[in-house]
């Protein structure tokens, strides 16, 4: 009986403990420059501008994704290798994670 109950509360500390860990969030590591903005160690969605042609130059160690919608929606349409910049035609946003 001694040896069911301290294999329960071990289970239930484990599950305790990997539910109340808080997630990490991970960026990328490097700049990403987007319209001509500078995002140091950047991660997420960026809009690209409205009134620009847009640029994303990027100097990360991720690809990143050129999504054909605003707010990283629609379908991705380029990947951006690091090291490589590109000038995107109609496209609204980019990815990092």
Known sequence: MNRCMAT???TAAAAALALSAPGT????HGILIVDGVSHR???GCFPLGDFVPPVVSNYTAS?????????CSGRVE?????GETYRPNGNRSVFVS
């Open 8 to 10: 329960l509360a071990g």
């Open 25 to 28: 969030a991970y960026a990328a």
């Open 41 to 43: 160690e950047p991660v």
């Open 78 to 82: 380029h990947f951006v290798d690091p």
């Open 63 to 71: 690809a990143v994704a050129v999504w054909s919608g605003p707010d």
